[in-house]
């Protein structure tokens, strides 16, 4: 059983320059979400996919933030023009169902220097 | 926003004890789930309990959920070293696509 795999684990990148996380679920889940982690903090939902179609954007999803799920597969997300503030842990987490538990990856951890 | 609030923050407890942790949260919500973080690691997930459900158990872990108080507490029984770990609740709520909305988690130490 595979289960969510993310790349990379670590990203180091100096403020300003664009970056992108990518994300394989688990390959029978049709549900993909992203989420991003402080230090200290829980979890915060940041956008979902159900296939390629994305259907729900979080407020903190600003325009410097893109997601792809191109084929209902694997999705990538984009962070332009980084900012301090960007530095966190980016989750990626798959269901099979609406209300269903989530498989959560081990994350992108990005840091801006 | 946060929707679910864990108490408390953290606990150290000695092997062999048990560990309660609760969870209060906001809004109506379809169910409840916890998970547990390792640190540096993704989460994993532990239990789920509907809303019309009281209690669930699976292995060592008791979960309530009291949809009148808002609130709902995991109990780790026996406790290991290996439950060393953050503790998360997570709701979806009424009206949500099945995104979770996290508390800030509860710190278990477990002292060997």
């Known amino acids: 059983d595979t289960g969510v795999s993310q790349n990379p684990r670590h990203k180091i990148t100096k403020r300003g320059q664009n970056v992108t996380f990518r994300c394989d679920p688990i390959s029978e889940h049709n549900r993909l979400y992203w989420y991003r982690q402080t230090l200290g903090q829980g979890p915060e939902f940041l956008t979902y996919?159900?296939?390629?179609?994305?259907?729900?954007k979080s407020r903190l999803l600003s325009d410097r933030f893109s997601a792809e799920r191109p084929k209902g597969s694997f999705s990538t997300l984009e962070i332009q023009r980084t900012e301090q503030g960007d530095s966190a842990m980016y989750l990626c987490a798959s269901s099979p169902g609406q209300f269903s538990p989530q498989h959560f990856g081990d994350g992108t951890r990005l840091s801006i220097l | 926003s946060q929707q679910g609030e864990e108490d408390p923050q953290a606990l150290s407890i000695q092997e062999g004890e048990n560990a309660t942790m609760n969870c209060s949260y906001k809004t109506s919500i379809n169910n409840l789930q916890w998970y547990r973080q390792n640190s540096g690691r993704g989460l994993v997930h532990l239990i789920l309990?509907?809303?019309?459900?009281r209690e669930k158990h699976s292995g060592r872990l008791r979960v309530t959920l009291d949809t009148s108080k808002k609130s709902s507490s995991l109990l780790i029984t026996a406790s290991r070293a290996a439950d060393t770990a953050s503790y998360f609740c997570?709701?979806?709520?009424?009206?949500?696509?099945?995104?979770?909305?996290f508390g800030k988690g509860t710190k278990l130490s477990v002292k060997p």
């Open positions: 996919f159900q296939n390629e179609a994305q259907l729900e």
């Open positions: 309990i509907r809303s019309n459900e």
């Open positions: 997570a709701t979806d709520y009424g009206g949500s696509q099945g995104n979770l909305i």
